[in-house]
């Protein structure tokens, strides 16, 4: 056979010599062998044959093994691998997979999976909770330079390869697991999700009612001893408070009105107050209790009954595919815009809200310095972008190959922000009001949580002269529209997942089982100590849990696989040249400030939530079981292809000696990575062998990276 050149792809390991003899077979083979019940094997060539003549080598990582059989295979652990042997893929055949019908479906599905309750509800109350102003400035950066980025990184992912969050992984078999924990947590977020929608669809029933419920106070809910304010109430109507120039005490005091004077001794206490919207939502609606030591309670039948209306929706805005979701996403993208304008203008027109306002643009420069509020800006992005849960993967997977991601993401993140933005002056607005008419600091109206959602947003409506019933039905549709765009992407992750590992299963009994699995899981949301349930998963798994995925996915894309690898692909199907800052935030930032950022929160408790101990016990089990999930696929991935159980696979692993040849081969990209199209793996190959990955370094770099290069070949 005559010596062929082998074209070098940038890979760092050390290039094979220019004479060495590759015997490939005539045809690039690809195939997928379910020979075994333990694993899926793919078979791997070591190159292909360029239109040049040349040999390209896919992986320079494994020139040292260029004299292994063209045959050999490497064994990636899939969920399949352990229910049935669905048979023999052909030769160059691709699943078929669904595509949007239009690019401006993806577009709305991602703006409403993406603005959703963690603009409107989530980012009110970590402002809140952080100091207002001082937290717009880390957010709006964080933007910028984490949260944009990775937005893109997995938009990008997913079209290339059209791929869900864990056949992605090809691209990096050993990282697998990361999928999986992001389906886990993914999960886990959208159970919680649906509680508040069940909330949302609750009060849109009671928006009905011909006086709003959350405008008048009960006598029969709450603590006795707190005095509630009505809607429209003045503080001074109901409690009288004594300055120390009249009690001769150390501090003023403040009692039930009416009172005398002569009444107040050193032994009087301080009233407490809260709003008649604040009673309705902890008392009237959750039944709320802060102890659990004698569990959780009871679900309440109206919220378990919202909660399944939240539940059939996703269904059916699921069953069919990308083809349903995407009509709906028409509605749920758009409609939150009309309501939260109008909310706008009468929050602004509100008594106090000037207060509010104050509060929340005007920065706190002290707090800049406190990593806390950074460690919020960057989990609030992820929260808020849905970034590092899988679900941009997966719902990039059903774009076109050509698609202008990059545009996308850019209109999305602006979006969000834009959002983040509007919900955060009408809340801080309405929250000036309340405190105006609390007679409050603005950071002691409400507790914060899902409060402010459900007691200041309530607050505003009761101030609509006209219509307040309109006005509230409204406004708890946006809710609930915002809620399933980001409920059903982040769902749509978790069932493509497990259509994907089982495609001869009927996808609609999936979605079923998934859903009242949901439901099921929901249950616990709706007792009396689910509020601390919720605030449980929120962090352990929307929070924690997500870091560390996120932190080991930037990792394994741009320091296994490669920035400059990756950069070359996106450009390639994105026909642009991406420029320097995209390669520092990926191959840079992000893969060193996620994973302190994961410390930071691990070693000094940040944003622990104030719940139970045994609650805070088994959310850390929740994050521990994500965790673990990588190294476990991990190492059923090197033990597939032996027989028998678990130990005995793995004792036959380490006697073969071939241990470390096979973890070498799970951090390489396998036979399945790349475009499946035909056409544009071709020219993907061919991009491949004509571009190198630091041509857009400048020329002495280059000439540097040439001289290293030819001594190298020289030592070889």
Known sequence: MEDKEIEMTGYTNPPPELN???????????????????????????SVEASSGKKLVKNIQRADDLHSPSEEKVPIFRLNSIAKDPGTKAEGEE?????????????????????GLGNVWRFPFTAYENGGGAFLIPYVLVLMFVGRPLYLLELGLGQFSSSGSVRVWD?????????????????????????LIGLSIYYLGMSCYPTLPWTMCSETLGDPEQICIPSGGNKSEFVSCFGTNETLLNSTVCVKAPANLDNIT?????????????????????????????????????????????????????????SSSGKVAYFTAIFPYAVMLVMLVRGLTLPGAEKGLRFFFTPQWEKLASLKVWYAAVTQSFFSLSVGFGTLTTYSSYNK?????????????????????????????????????????????????????????PEVL????????????????????????????????????????????????????????GLAIGMFYVTPGGQIMLEMVDYYAGTLLILVLASLEVIAVNWIYGTNVLTRDLNFMLGTNLSIYWRFCWGVLCPILLPLLFCYALFTQAGVPNIPLPAQVFG?????????????????????????????????????????????ELFRPNSAWGPTSIEERTNWQKCQETVGIYDWLPEFIRSKLRTEEQKNLVLL
């Open 620 to 664: 850390g089990i929740i994050a521990v079981l994500g965790i673990l999930v990588v190294p476990l696929h991990f190492v059923l991935s090197i033990i597939a292809d032996e027989e028998g159980e678990f130990v005995q696979r793995l004792i036959a692993t380490f006697k073969s000696g071939l241990l470390g040849q096979k973890v070498k």
């Open 401 to 457: 190959f050509r698609h202008n991601t990059n545009r996308d993401a850019l209109i999305i993140s602006f979006a969000d922000t834009a959002t983040s933005l509007l919900a955060g002056t009408i809340i801080f607005s309405i929250l000036g009001h309340l405190a105006h008419e609390l007679d409050l600091n603005v950071e002691e109206v409400v507790k914060s949580g899902a409060g402010l959602a459900f007691v200041s947003y």
């Open 462 to 517: 009761a101030k609509f002269t006209f219509a307040p019933q309109l006005f509230a039905v409204l406004f708890f549709l946006m809710l609930i529209t915002l809620g399933l765009g980001s409920a059903i992407g982040l769902f749509s992750a978790v069932t493509t997942t497990i259509c994907d590992s089982f495609p001869d299963t009927n996808r609609k009994s999936i979605i079923k089982v998934c859903c009242a699995v």
């Open 171 to 195: 691209m990096a078999p050993a990282f697998g697991g990361v999928g999986y924990g992001q389906v886990l947590a993914t999960g886990c977020v959208t159970t919680y999700y649906c509680s």
């Open 266 to 322: 050193e032994a009087t206490t301080n009233v407490s107050v809260i709003s008649s919207a604040e009673q309705f939502f902890r008392f009237g609606v959750l039944k709320e209790k802060s102890d659990i030591s004698d569990g959780l309670g009871l679900p309440d039948p109206p919220l378990v009954g919202c909660l399944a209306v939240c539940w059939l929706l996703i269904y059916l805005s699921l069953r069919k595919g990308v």
């Open 20 to 46: 060495t003899i590759v015997e490939e077979p005539k045809q690039r083979k690809k195939s997928v062998s379910y020979g075994r019940r333990t694993s899926v094997v793919y078979a791997r060539g070591v």
């Open 95 to 115: 699943p078929e997979r669904q595509q949007w019908d239009s690019p401006v479906e993806f577009l709305l599905s991602c703006i409403s999976m993406s603005v």
